[in-house]
């Protein structure tokens, strides 16, 4: 039996599979909040975590971060000098500008200028992804682990790996993977 988490795993993070593909026991993958609480990084690869960080950031007035930060992300992966103008004047009309609808808190000498939104490149907001993601990091992410909204989440998780169901399929999945 293969699971979808294996296989995405098997393509995403060989490092983490047996020669024969399967999850190597020396690297068990984390889960949940027990992930997110490794590092901002991998609470902001997961959809679920995401999710959870921006109720937080929302509570604190400050979800324009992580906004910013996703947004910077897409934008690197855009083609195409038209999409890549259009994508960077809306990231710097929404977060950026002295006008913005969610202007993010970055150092006044690292704001752009609109003329730079003329010749877009995929790591024109680089310097500014990076001053928010530091004051996540060093800021919010902290106090998200210690949050409710972290805290229940996590207990719900426990209560759901404590079910006679997840119990079963983990002795099923123990003796695939052990034979």
């Not at 996703?70 to 890549?84: D, I, R, V």
């Not at 003329?115 to 024109?124: A, D, K, Q």
């Not at 996540?136 to 949050?147: E, V």
Request: charged share 30%.
């Amino acid at each position: 039996v293969i699971f979808k988490e294996d296989l995405f795993n098997f393509f995403f993070f060989p490092e983490i599979n047996d020669s024969e593909g399967h999850p190597s026991s020396s690297h068990q993958t984390l889960k949940g909040t027990s992930k997110w609480a490794t590092s901002l990084e991998s609470l902001l690869e997961d959809p679920e975590g995401v999710k959870r960080f921006r109720e937080f950031l929302k509570k604190e007035f400050s979800e324009e971060n992580v906004l910013f930060w996703l947004a910077c992300e897409e934008f690197k992966k855009t083609q195409g000098k038209k999409q890549m103008q259009e994508k960077a004047k809306e990231i710097y009309m929404t977060f950026l500008s002295s006008k913005a609808s969610s202007q993010v808190n970055v150092e006044g000498q690292s704001r752009l200028s609109e003329t730079i939104l003329e010749t877009p490149h995929p790591l024109m907001f680089q310097k500014l992804q990076d001053q928010i993601f530091n004051l996540m990091k060093y800021d919010s992410y902290s106090r998200f682990l210690k949050s409710d909204i972290f805290l229940n989440h996590q207990k719900s998780e426990e209560q759901e790996e404590n079910t006679p169901e997840a119990q079963t399929a983990a002795k099923r999945a123990s003796r695939i993977y052990n034979t």
